[in-house]
């Protein structure tokens, strides 16, 4: 097929005066190098990661519309305390989107690039967020014959961090896991991969019908921050399991301490003798997520062996290296309509996505409301 010399593409603008400028814009589509491909992207999910970058600090409550119907602009207001945070992208236009698939529709004159012409891959890489794409390969995975786009989208960022996190609790010498915001997709996701591999893991939500969720698909510990019985519920999910690894999504607040006096708690159910220092036993939050933006809180009720830090996947991806990486990918591959599988509740356009009304559903990020953008809808 012919390949247009230009893409339409997502970009988010924050301006130095405080303002979020979020529009339409063309881009040269560059002429594929000897190992790199140009896609047709046909799915993009949105998820929390993305979303910072689309956002930035901006207040969405303040947000207008503008543009045309087929070049909308939204702008919104970026309080002052914030803008401190944000000005390392001030007045840079910044294309979203950290994954994708779509359909090989061009490729450089590498064996390998020769290889995908034609065939539906999952990509990350950043910048997907538009309707064609030049990457890389090596940054590509060819999706399973049969599956779809849409099926391949997420094949990077949720099972890679899913997958992430088991490898980190094998590497550090731990034995089970606890997750917050256990109920979204990549919760399910570590969910089928614990459940597969005979991994204990403590799941903590804050609704009934995400622990309904959860247990329908076979986990057995699941905690409700919101219950009046939650810190016991927790100790004896902690105590039965081992659990000594948390990750952390929700980033502020008072449960990532709360999760490691639960687990001091567990662990001093089976001690020998007193310490004033705690239980020797190393306890470790990794927190991976802001969905509450406000500060960390915690009371030191955990001894002195634990540990609070933050966790990324791509630096994680850096430490195991491209060996270890391959294997992730590959189980992803292997396991793509199974463990790996995403759910979406709607499919939006890139017009459609700059909606004041999608945009007040999809900015919450609420459990069970993933969105996925079709670029070429």
Known sequence: MTVPSKTLQ???????????????????????????????????????????????????????????PQRPVVTAAIPEAAMKSMAG????????????AGV??????????????????????????????????????????????????????????????????????HKALVHTAAASNLG?????????????????????????????IGA????????P???QDLTDALAETGATLAFDATGGGKLAGQILNGMEAALLRKATEYSRYGTTTHKQVYIYGGLDRGPTEFTRGFGMSWGMGGWLLFPFL???????AEKLKAR??????????????KEVSMVEALSLGEIAVYSKQATGEKYLLNPSK
């Open 104 to 173: 090989v529709v061009a490729a450089g004159a590498s064996p390998q690039a020769q290889a995908l012409l034609g065939k539906t891959v999952a990509m990350i890489g950043g910048a997907m967020y538009t309707q064609y794409r030049c990457i890389d390969v090596a940054q590509t995975m060819a999706l399973p014959k049969g599956a779809t786009a849409a099926e391949g989208a997420s094949s990077f960022v949720n099972p890679l961090t899913a997958l992430g996190m088991v490898e980190t609790m094998r590497r550090e010498g």
């Open 332 to 345: 992803v591959a292997a396991e793509l309509k199974t463990t790996f599988a995403s759910r979406y509740t």
């Open 318 to 324: 850096m430490r195991i290296g491209p060996e270890g």
């Open 220 to 227: 057995k510990y699941v905690c409700n921050a919101t219950s």
């Open 229 to 231: 019985t939650f810190m």
């Open 10 to 68: 997502i970009r988010s603008l924050v301006r130095s005066s405080g303002e979020l400028e979020l529009s339409l814009q063309e881009d040269a589509i560059p002429r594929p190098a000897a190992n790199e491909v140009v896609v047709r992207v046909e799915a993009s999910p949105m998820n929390p990661s993305d979303l910072g970058l689309l956002f930035g600090a901006a207040d969405l409550r303040t947000a207008k519309a503008s543009g045309t």
């Open 89 to 100: 992208r001030a007045d840079q236009s910044m294309p979203v989107g950290n994954e994708g």
């Open 188 to 216: 399910q996701m570590l969910n089928r991969i614990c459940i597969k591999d005979g991994i204990p893991l403590v799941n903590i939500v804050r609704k009934q019908e995400q622990e309904d969720i959860l247990r329908a």
